[in-house]
């Protein structure tokens, strides 16, 4: 059990430009999240995957973002055309929800966006 | 929209203490509660779990859960300097919802 991983850990952009994280889960987990970390908030979901199927979308995501899983197994975040509001960390989780409620998240280490 | 509520803090208290945080959510139909650590410049890492009324125990931290007043709450005793995060409250079924976290500082 390597964890999950994300790529790449630090990234600087210009406002305008196109960006794309990328996340590897634990390996037998079938589900994965996307959230994204402001300082001083707690993560806000993005999205999440369920094998390769997208099962859900936050409201508040944008168009310009787009993600995801197309074997079931590693995850992209693309951001189209940043703004210096898409600064955040970006953390990618996963998990296998067994029988009943136990959905424990694991989170990579994140990826860190500046939008200069 | 469903919101889970902490104060931010920061909180602090002696080496040794107990430290007591606490959250309310707003969807009374979430069945599962977690409490996440966040050290920081890391990400969070899940500490607690719990998923029915009353207490639950690992070592030195409690997670507490009331679903009648919408709280859930996580004591941590013998607190120590590394006990010392950003301690994230996350409510739901799928996907969690987290709260902004209470900063804990514990004082040698």
């Known amino acids: 059990d390597t964890g999950v991983s994300q790529d790449p850990r630090h990234k600087i952009t210009k406002r305008g430009q196109n960006v794309t994280f990328r996340c590897d889960p634990i390996s037998e987990h079938n589900r994965l999240y996307w959230y994204r970390q402001t300082l001083g908030q707690g993560p806000e979901f993005l999205t999440y995957f369920q094998n390769e199927a997208q099962l859900e979308k936050s409201r508040l995501l944008s168009d310009r973002f787009s993600a995801e899983r197309p074997k079931g197994s590693f995850s992209t975040l693309e951001i189209q055309r940043t703004e210096q509001g898409d600064s955040a960390m970006y953390l990618c989780a996963s998990s296998s929800p067994g029988q009943g409620l136990d959905e424990k998240l694991f989170f990579g280490s994140g990826t860190q966006l500046s939008v200069l | 929209q469903k919101e889970v509520e902490q104060n931010s803090g920061p909180l602090s208290v002696p080496e040794g203490a107990i430290a007591s945080l606490n959250c309310t959510y707003s969807?009374?139909?979430?069945?599962?509660f977690f409490w996440y650590r966040q050290y920081s410049g890391k990400s969070p890492e899940l500490i607690m779990s719990i998923y029915s009324n009353g207490d639950k125990e690992d070592g030195r931290f409690t997670a507490q859960l009331n679903k009648a007043s919408q709280y859930v709450s996580l004591l941590i005793r013998d607190s120590q300097p590394s006990d010392s995060a950003t301690y994230l409250c996350?409510?739901?079924?799928?996907?969690?919802?987290f709260g902004k976290g209470t900063r804990l500082s514990v004082i040698a």
């Open positions: 969807d009374r139909v979430s069945q599962s």
């Open positions: 996350a409510v739901g079924n799928t996907p969690l919802v």
